[in-house]
Nanobody, 124 residues
Framework: QVQLVESGGGLVQAGGSLRLSCAAS????????MGWFRQAPGKEREFVTAITGSGSGTDYRDSVKGRFTVSRDNPKNTVYLQMNSLKPEDTAVYYC?????????????????WGQGTQVTVSS
């Protein structure tokens, strides 16, 4: 079992920055690939970024490339999402998720564990 708790969301103006954190329970954190997804009102949950268990590999959706950075600190059981140059269209609930594959996976159904989400609101 892995429990995930996100934090760091909030209200920010367009062009601003936020850093999300996702703290994981358990002693095998480095085995899990970690992903960030987001869900805006009335829309499906979509992939944002993911990182491999070792942290050596990452993947991003096109619309956040160059603005968002995913990283992890395995001794601290934490994954981060640094979001810069935020846009109103980034407004959503952001979720972190863990996949035992260890890979940076885009497919939502490959993730076994999910956090409760944290709200990010970007005002124009």
């Amino acid at each position: 079992q892995v429990q995930l708790v996100e934090s760091g969301g909030g209200l920010v103006q367009a062009g601003g920055s936020l850093r999300l954190s996702c703290a994981a329970s358990g002693r095998t954190f480095s085995r899990y690939g970690m992903g960030w997804f987001r869900q805006a009102p009335g829309k499906e949950r979509e992939f944002v970024t993911a990182i491999t268990g070792s942290g050596s590999g990452t993947d991003y959706r096109d619309s956040v490339k160059g603005r968002f950075t995913v990283s992890r600190d395995n001794p601290k059981n934490t994954v981060y999402l640094q979001m810069n140059s935020l846009k109103p269209e980034d407004t959503a609930v952001y979720y972190c998720a863990a996949t035992y594959t260890g890979w940076a996976v885009r497919t939502r159904t490959r993730y076994e564990y999910w956090g409760q989400g944290t709200q990010v609101t970007v005002s124009s």
